[in-house]
């Protein structure tokens, strides 16, 4: 699963980085925690102005991306995420009105992950973590659950797929009861934008998107596990260095205005952009629909459990999908 994954999220922010939107890699190197040990700091910036809807486009600059920054001692991993526009990190809001509401919060994502070899059958892994919290648990299922129809392929449908390797695939409902050895991935989701009007529905909106990225991704290292399957750690190490710059570079070129310039365009946005808001604010409805993770009562955002059930098998002492 560890070299899947690493293969898998290579690809993935690759594919997805075109016309100068995606993954930008800005840091990536061992990092020693006197906690957890030997692990890897990964620093990068996600850029996705497109990938918004259409409410949330309405009130950014359109230089806008989320720094991500992930600290993996497998099998823990803490990922944490801050709006970041133009190179100031603060929330969507928060910018735009950083030269008079300071005083305005971050938005924020928290992302901790443990991984069992169970079925997701417990309950209280993150006990110590979450105890104080209001959260909900969202069963994930790589091959059941529906994902958003601009990103199905049949290639990477578990239902559809077989392994020419492994001899795994074509999966079918109720396959996490029969599948032995098997594996969860638990994950932790906080989401916090402490903004008067917006808090609700962008809360909401980031569980759905988190939710979504965790079954699709999942779902393309199951079907991608014949380019995988044969790699050492090292290998993949040097793949993903390798996909690494070549993601950067598509990227990076897209993001090359001056600094003057782009921080005259977040300044000229703010007038514009307060309007934006107000108006918003005055057309939104009253009306409150759950996300597909739960939803998020009296401006409080319910800390999410996310399991994610993939089949592996362990192969000269190292675990892999």
């Not at 110590?128 to 059941?144: G, Q």
């Not at 793949?239 to 710059?245: C, D, I, P, V």
């Not at 300044?267 to 939803?295: E, P, Y």
Request: aromatic share 12%.
């Amino acid at each position: 699963y560890r070299i899947g994954q690493l293969y898998m999220i290579s690809k993935h922010s690759h594919e997805q980085s075109d016309r100068g939107e995606g993954v930008e890699v800005v840091q990536n190197e061992p990092y020693e925690d006197p906690n957890y040990g030997n692990g890897q700091l990964t620093e990068k910036r996600v850029y996705l102005n497109s990938k918004l809807p259409s409410w949330a486009r309405a009130v950014v600059p359109k230089i806008f991306y989320v720094t991500e920054k992930a600290w993996n001692y497998y099998p823990y991993t803490i990922t944490g995420h801050d709006e970041t526009v133009n190179g100031y990190n603060c929330c969507i809001i928060c910018y735009m009105f950083s030269l008079q509401c300071s005083f305005l919060p971050k938005f924020s994502i928290h992302i901790e992950t443990k991984y069992e070899d169970n079925k997701g059958s417990n309950d209280n892994i993150f006990d110590n973590e979450a105890k104080d919290l209001d959260r909900e648990v969202c069963f994930i299922d790589i091959a059941c659950d529906e994902i958003p129809e601009r990103y199905y392929k049949e290639s990477e449908d578990p239902k559809c797929f077989k392994s020419e390797k492994t001899g795994r695939g074509l999966l079918k409902e109720g396959w996490r009861e029969t599948q032995d050895p098997i594996m969860c991935s638990y994950k932790l989701v906080s989401v916090k934008f402490e903004v008067w009007g917006l808090q609700t529905r962008v809360e909401q909106f980031v569980h759905k998107v988190v939710k979504d990225i965790l079954l699709i991704g999942h779902r393309q290292a199951f079907a991608w596990v014949d380019e995988w399957y044969d790699m050492t750690f090292e290998d993949v190490r040097d793949y993903e260095k390798n996909m690494h710059e070549k993601t950067n570079i598509k990227v990076c070129n897209q993001h090359s205005s001056p600094v003057d310039e782009i921080e005259s365009h977040a300044k000229g946005s703010v007038c514009s952009a307060f309007k934006n808001i107000a108006h918003h604010l005055l057309m939104q409805t009253r009306n409150r629909t759950c996300c597909a993770l739960g939803d998020c009562y009296g401006g409080h955002c319910k800390c999410l459990p996310l399991l994610c059930h993939f089949p592996y098998q362990v192969l000269e002492g190292s675990t892999q999908a």
